[in-house]
């Protein structure tokens, strides 16, 4: 008995020893107490499907910093406000963040307009913003705060249009966009690759919100138009039913409205079989950061994501990666320096990498993909800008 209680007790020695070594070594990747950074996101709008899984991504790359550690010791804290996706709700939001002057970083806005709305008192301040924007504008304003998380139109709409013209038998192209600055910029840049090439075009605008766009259809259609480029927002589902109800069935690309599931479960299939779009992301790539992705977010949350969902996740972890490089990450001109070293950082939507004397977009790639007739994403090519 005694023999066993010896063994007994050396047993319990070893397992205490080890406890304490994982300890000891956990410890040093554990969040300090009282140690903060604030940061804060401008969601695109929590009542759409895309602004949700905007924050539940920002939220999962939280909670996977949180796990290592922190960003050294330092814990995250997100102030969330909705922007709507309407300018003026935007500037509101971003007024009230600065106003505190707390925050170190702040994610967001998505839209084009609200960047535009927001370009002054960002300029005004010393915070930097990782938005999703992408009007070949954005670039343009010159602002040092101001990052891309996503590929610019001018080289997504442009890749878009130059596949769209290469089509076989394709001599006028339908440029259906909606007439904010998203959708005026991404025609623009179409457009003017299509003067540059000599294609024929036709552009008919829409407002944001129309349930009704049979006119525009039926006005190129007339006009002797044999494929489609589409640049819009929400109205995409409109859009896309009422080209197949009017029976204008062409080459069609857009932009990547195709590569969201739970839209294309809200059409018909002949609605969006054979269609093409641009691509941020895809869901089933065979790459090992965005499959991780897309398998943990299903775990989380039930669903595939959309492209919401990896461009937030993305925006945060190259935000979060800067602020490791910093030694105060909460010193916002710091932070902007380490994002604009921002090299071969891997995310769900690519490769990240800044260049210094460009601009200060972080991401230049984009898909081109095509579904299916099994309603599912095949990969065309990919673009480099």
């Not at 205490?16 to 956990?26: D, R």
């Not at 604030?38 to 905007?54: E, H, R, S, W, Y």
């Not at 997504?156 to 005026?184: M, N």
Request: glycine share 8%; net charge negative; charged share 20%.
């Amino acid at each position: 008995m005694r023999g066993t209680s010896k063994k007994a007790s050396v047993l319990l020695a070893i397992i205490l020893l080890v406890a304490m070594m994982v300890g000891i070594s956990g410890s040093a990747l554990a969040l300090e107490d009282g140690k903060e950074i604030k940061i804060g996101f401008l969601v695109p709008n929590l009542t759409d499907m895309f602004g949700t899984q905007a924050l539940q991504a920002v939220n999962m790359a939280i909670d996977e910093i949180h796990e290592s550690g922190g960003i050294n010791g330092y814990k995250i804290v997100m102030e969330v406000l909705d922007t709507m996706g309407k300018p003026d709700i935007a500037l509101n939001a971003t007024q009230k963040l600065l106003g505190a002057n707390e925050v170190a970083a702040i994610i967001g806005p998505h839209h084009s307009s609200n960047v535009f709305a927001i370009d002054t008192v960002v300029k005004e301040s010393d915070i930097p913003f990782i938005v999703g924007a992408t009007n070949p504008g954005i670039p343009d304003l010159e602002n040092p705060n101001i990052f891309g998380a996503r590929c610019n139109d001018s080289i997504v709409a442009r890749a878009a249009a130059k596949f769209i013209a290469s089509q076989p038998g394709v001599t006028k192209v339908a440029v259906l966009c909606v007439s904010e600055d998203y959708g005026q910029g991404g025609m623009q840049v179409a457009t003017a690759y299509f003067d540059e090439i000599g294609m024929d075009y036709m552009v008919e605008s829409h407002n944001y919100g129309d349930t009704d766009m049979s006119a525009s259809i039926m006005k190129v259609k007339a006009g002797g138009c044999d494929a489609v480029f589409i640049w819009t927002l929400e109205d995409f589902l409109v859009l896309i039913r009422q080209l197949y109800e009017y029976d204008f069935v062409v080459p069609t690309i857009s932009n990547p409205h195709l590569t969201n599931p739970t839209l294309v479960e809200s059409c018909e299939p002949e609605w969006v079989v054979g269609k093409y779009c641009t691509s941020d992301y895809v869901f089933d790539s065979p790459d090992p950061v965005t499959a991780e992705f897309v398998q943990k977010f299903k775990e989380q949350h039930g669903v595939i994501p959309d492209n919401g969902a990896p461009c937030y996740y993305s925006a945060a972890m190259v935000l979060f990666e800067a602020m490791k490089r910093c030694a105060d990450p909460n010193d916002r001109e710091e932070i902007k320096t380490e994002l604009m070293k921002t090299e071969d950082f891997k995310t769900p939507l690519g490769l990240f990498n800044a260049r210094p004397g460009v601009n200060q977009q972080l991401n230049w790639g984009i898909n081109i993909v095509m579904l299916n007739e099994n309603l599912v994403i095949e990969l065309v090519e990919f673009v480099e800008g």
